[in-house]
């Protein structure tokens, strides 16, 4: 099975501040992955598929990049909305698992 | 709108099983694929298996070593996960979610108390 390992795991940060989170698999699962967005008590909400594509109705600052075992997800502006844990997920074989979540709260 | 209605909280003894719904409306149910996936109390999401909601064909985490069963109902525009041999471990939330391009609309989640 294809592992996803986080980093960080948590990081504390100010509106305004540009956060960066990184996603590795442990093989190469070339564009096969997506990033979501949860906060407490929430279902998470879709926010990257396929690795860099933007879901429908998700800010722009957000933005995904990367493929093969590297990948990352970057919020330009952070936003006092943006305070949550965000897991990315690998689609390229089975199990269809999560990476073990990168909570960031406000520093 | 796409809508995914889950049946409500279940408490089960160690040993039961235990059967969650999962209701869509809005979208053309046998469309899309739908994933099954939990949450234990502060831990990751896990993912559990899903069901081509047109072909019926399933896939599970081996994790789950046999004890998940995912089907599903087209007249009812309706998925379900069964989980059996349930033990503390699984208290968890498990929500369904259809799948385009990653899993793009949840339920809302189904807390399964596992106690004795």
């Known amino acids: 099975a294809i592992q996803l390992t986080q980093s960080p795991s948590s990081l504390s940060a100010s509106v305004g501040d540009r956060v960066t989170i990184t996603c590795r698999a442990s093989?190469?699962?070339?564009?096969?992955l997506a990033w979501y967005q949860q906060k407490p008590g929430k279902a998470p909400k879709l926010l990257i598929y396929?690795?860099?594509n933007l879901e429908s109705g998700v800010p722009s600052r957000f933005s995904g990049g990367g493929s093969g075992t590297d990948f990352t997800l970057t919020i330009s502006s952070l936003q006092p909305e943006d305070f949550a844990t965000y897991y990315c997920?690998?689609?390229?074989?089975?199990?269809?698992?999560f990476g073990p979540g990168t909570k960031v709260d406000i520093k | 709108q796409v809508q995914l209605v889950q049946s409500g909280a279940e408490v089960k003894k160690p040993g039961a099983s235990v059967k969650v719904s999962c209701k869509a409306s809005?979208?053309?149910?046998?469309?899309?694929?739908m994933h099954w996936v939990r949450q234990a109390p502060g831990q990751r999401l896990e993912w559990m298996g899903w069901?081509?909601?047109?072909?019926?064909?399933?896939k599970y985490s081996q994790r789950f070593q046999g004890r998940v069963t995912i089907t599903r109902d087209t007249s009812a525009s309706t998925a379900y996960m069964e989980l059996s041999s349930l033990r503390s471990e699984d208290t968890a939330v498990y929500y369904c979610?259809?799948?385009?391009?990653?899993?793009?609309?949840w339920g809302q989640g189904t807390l399964v108390t596992v106690s004795s």
């Open positions: 979610a259809r799948v385009f391009g990653g899993l793009d609309f």
């Open positions: 809005g979208y053309s149910f046998i469309s899309y694929a």
């Open positions: 069901i081509n909601a047109d072909t019926d064909n399933t």
């Open positions: 093989q190469g699962i070339s564009s096969a």
């Open positions: 396929d690795a860099s």
């Open positions: 997920q690998q689609f390229n074989s089975y199990p269809q698992d």
